[in-house]
């Protein structure tokens, strides 16, 4: 029987992904449009090019740990000490830094090697010996937020250099319009391409596939707000560089979740522990270095987050960032159930929450009332995904 070359059109697409209790990022998409929109009518200033830039630069941070904890909600589990191990593996390389003269980038390398350490020592716990995460995670928050005020001392704040390495990492710009478009239509043209790629591929083998003209009114829909996006940041300073490597940091980790062996072993364990284990997978060990990548992500965003204020003090990695990281990478599509999500979950979770964050502050509004908004929106997100679950599992998909 001849396979129709062609997918349904996109209405169609949409709403049999809806009805199945799959409807992707377009309602996340969608809220911030509409977040974007309200806080534009209230304040004009929130579209601004300086307002923009630092909206840019703000989720780079925090953004980062939710990328590492979109890999442990994907194979089913939690962590909830990335908050500490962010602040921790600050403290480390502003000790070693600062007070011990270490070289900045080998201060950096063993903060890093740290953040690894604690989530191999979480996924021990949790692959290897069967405690649940919850409580594995619960136990590092507390014991790794009291190794970093023992690290930090009697001085409780260590200042770093702010023309240093760190610093740099959200406080320099790549400026003029080149690098801003630059990376834009590198985005956009890499978008084209692996769609053509794929709809050639499919369409050789005879499978359903996306007609040329659908490509291209897709990468036209990609191309307007990147496009509309680069020249915003080339009028204010730049690229900037934060968002550079956070953008990097989520497309390279995308590919491995998306195109590697790896990356669909641990689809596979968040479809089912028993099912990935008689499928071939080595359970243990991916539970194990899931909670690694974590760690790894959470010293990342610890530096990005000294980098913002130039310091380390025994607040640090505390206050919301943990519900920060959960609720974006949640927000975002990541399903708390496990087998469901990437790591571009965590950039549109981030740009919903700070968007919140910074149209409240432009408007002045208090930190209470956005906590309050936050957690609504965590809440909505939550319902759609336990009722985009319950659409699968009666259709046969969960």
């Given at each position: 029987?001849?396979?129709?070359?062609?997918?349904?059109?996109?209405?169609?697409?949409?709403?049999?992904?809806?009805?199945?209790?799959?409807?992707?990022?377009?309602?996340?998409?969608?809220?911030?449009?509409?977040?974007?929109?309200?806080?534009?009518?209230?304040?004009?200033?929130?579209?601004?090019?300086?307002?923009?830039?630092?909206?840019?630069?703000?989720?780079?941070?925090?953004?980062?740990?939710?990328?590492?904890?979109?890999?442990?909600?994907?194979?089913?589990?939690?962590?909830?000490?990335?908050?500490?191990?962010?602040?921790?593996?600050?403290?480390?390389?502003?000790?070693?830094?600062?007070?011990?003269?270490?070289?900045?980038?080998?201060?950096?390398?063993?903060?890093?090697l740290f953040g690894a350490a604690t989530g191999a020592v979480h996924g021990f716990f949790v692959?290897?010996?069967?405690?649940?995460?919850?409580?594995?995670?619960?136990?590092?928050?507390?014991?790794?937020?009291?190794?970093?005020?023992?690290?930090?001392?009697?001085?409780?704040?260590?200042?770093?250099?702010?023309?240093?390495?760190?610093?740099?990492?959200?406080?320099?710009?790549?400026?003029?319009?080149?690098?801003?478009?630059?990376?834009?239509?590198?985005?956009?043209?890499?978008?084209?391409?692996?769609?053509?790629?794929?709809?050639?591929?499919?369409?050789?083998?005879?499978?359903?596939?996306?007609?040329?003209?659908?490509?291209?009114?897709?990468?036209?829909?990609?191309?307007?707000?990147?496009?509309?996006?680069?020249?915003?940041?080339?009028?204010?300073?730049?690229?900037?560089?934060?968002?550079?490597?956070?953008?990097?940091?989520?497309?390279?980790?995308?590919?491995?979740?998306?195109?590697?062996?790896?990356?669909?072993?641990?689809?596979?364990l968040g479809g089912g522990m028993e099912a990935a284990r008689r499928a071939g997978v080595n359970?243990?060990?991916?539970?194990?270095?899931?909670?690694?990548?974590?760690?790894?992500?959470?010293?990342?965003?610890?530096?990005?987050?000294?980098?913002?204020?130039?310091?380390?003090?025994?607040?640090?990695?505390?206050?919301?960032?943990?519900?920060?990281?959960?609720?974006?990478?949640?927000?975002?599509?990541?399903?708390?159930?496990?087998?469901?999500?990437?790591?571009?979950?965590?950039?549109?979770?981030?740009?919903?929450?700070?968007?919140?964050?910074?149209?409240?502050?432009?408007?002045?509004?208090?930190?209470?009332?956005?906590?309050?908004?936050?957690?609504?929106?965590?809440?909505?997100?939550?319902?759609?995904?336990?009722?985009?679950?319950?659409?699968?599992?009666?259709?046969?998909?969960?």
């Amino acid at each position: 029987m001849a396979v129709k070359p062609a997918t349904p059109g996109w209405a169609t697409e949409l709403t049999r992904r809806a009805r199945d209790g799959e409807p992707g990022s377009l309602p996340v998409v969608a809220g911030l449009a509409a977040i974007w929109i309200t806080f534009q009518i209230l304040d004009s200033a929130f579209l601004s090019p300086r307002n923009l830039s630092n909206l840019a630069v703000d989720v780079a941070g925090t953004g980062l740990i939710a990328v590492g904890i979109v890999f442990v909600l994907l194979v089913g589990d939690i962590d909830l000490s990335v908050g500490a191990v962010s602040g921790l593996c600050a403290a480390v390389f502003a000790v070693l830094n600062v007070n011990n003269g270490m070289a900045e980038w080998l201060a950096v390398l063993v903060a890093l090697l740290f953040g690894a350490a604690t989530g191999a020592v979480h996924g021990f716990f949790v692959a290897k010996v069967g405690v649940p995460a919850f409580v594995v995670t619960l136990a590092g928050l507390l014991a790794w937020n009291g190794l970093m005020l023992q690290i930090l001392g009697t001085t409780g704040t260590i200042n770093i250099d702010d023309e240093g390495l760190v610093a740099g990492l959200t406080g320099r710009y790549l400026g003029g319009a080149v690098p801003a478009f630059g990376l834009a239509a590198v985005t956009v043209g890499g978008f084209f391409l692996v769609a053509w790629r794929q709809a050639r591929r499919r369409a050789a083998a005879g499978l359903p596939h996306r007609p040329a003209g659908e490509i291209a009114a897709r990468t036209a829909a990609l191309g307007v707000p990147v496009f509309a996006s680069a020249w915003v940041l080339a009028a204010f300073q730049g690229l900037p560089v934060a968002l550079l490597i956070f953008l990097g940091a989520v497309a390279g980790l995308d590919f491995v979740l998306r195109r590697t062996p790896y990356g669909r072993s641990i689809r596979a364990l968040g479809g089912g522990m028993e099912a990935a284990r008689r499928a071939g997978v080595n359970v243990a060990r991916v539970r194990l270095s899931v909670f690694v990548i974590a760690g790894v992500m959470a010293a990342t965003g610890g530096l990005f987050l000294t980098s913002r204020i130039a310091s380390v003090g025994q607040t640090s990695g505390g206050g919301s960032l943990i519900i920060d990281v959960i609720a974006a990478a949640v927000i975002g599509g990541t399903s708390l159930f496990g087998g469901r999500g990437s790591t571009w979950s965590a950039l549109l979770g981030m740009l919903v929450i700070q968007s919140i964050a910074s149209g409240m502050a432009l408007l002045g509004i208090q930190v209470a009332v956005q906590f309050m908004i936050t957690g609504g929106v965590l809440l909505a997100a939550v319902v759609v995904d336990s009722l985009s679950r319950r659409l699968r599992k009666s259709h046969g998909r969960a």
